[in-house]
């Protein structure tokens, strides 16, 4: 305020880590599900730790932006990921808000880590595996079918027996179990149709019906 008058809106001084926490509030609380908004508040919270955070929207620089994904270089490919999407949506958008003119993250250097190898099973570990879940009563099948579909365990944990069609050996993954507890429509939103092989079908079914004698 200044002479008693009121400074128009647009001219509001935000730190990066006080928008953030408005522009998530406002903008993606409604819009994602629950799950996701925890996530971006868990990367919110690195921002906020960080001397970035307490910069003003408008004194970040692309030099200020490298050096905080510098600081977080350790961290899974992943992570920088969705950690680069978070403050890009959230500058962009103080962009739109008039409280600030750049997007700093545009011109910042950014390396990308180099994801690590991943291992797959060996068909002696997959035989092993399978062998025990045949055995297995009470976690075989959970066991079989994410080792032959690659299911996530939130999809897994939702899924019953009514979703799998053994005339057309297809599983329908349409909700996930979140970290909450709660039972919502797994990854991205949407239902999805996942094929199995007629062996594998044979398989399951065997095991599932020897269950449920």
């Not at 977080?72 to 409280?99: A, P, T, V």
Request: proline share 3%; with cysteine.
């Amino acid at each position: 305020m200044k002479g008693g008058e009121i400074q128009p809106t647009g001219t509001k001084e935000h730190t990066l880590s006080k928008w953030l926490d408005e522009w998530l509030e406002t903008h993606k609380k409604t819009k994602v599900q629950s799950t996701t908004y925890d996530n971006y508040m868990n990367l919110a919270a690195h921002v906020k730790k960080h001397r970035i955070g307490g910069l003003k929207l408008s004194q970040v620089k692309p030099i200020h932006i490298t050096e905080f994904f510098a600081s977080i270089s350790e961290y899974s490919h992943s992570f920088r990921k969705q950690m680069q999407f978070l403050i890009n949506g959230c500058l962009e958008c103080g962009i739109d808000n008039d409280f600030c003119t750049k997007n700093p993250v545009r011109r910042a250097t950014i390396k990308k880590k180099l994801q690590g190898w991943r291992e797959a099973f060996t068909e002696d570990e997959v035989r092993t595996i399978t062998n025990f879940a045949k055995s297995d009563k009470l976690f075989g099948v959970p066991i079989l079918i994410m080792l032959n579909t690659g299911i996530r365990s939130g999809e897994m944990r939702a899924l019953t027996y009514n979703k799998i069609d053994f005339v057309n050996n297809v599983i329908t993954i349409d909700e996930s179990i979140k970290q909450t507890g709660e039972i919502g429509l797994p990854k991205n939103n949407k239902p999805r149709h996942v094929p199995i092989k007629r062996e594998f079908a044979k398989l399951l079914k065997a095991k599932i019906d020897e269950n449920t004698k």
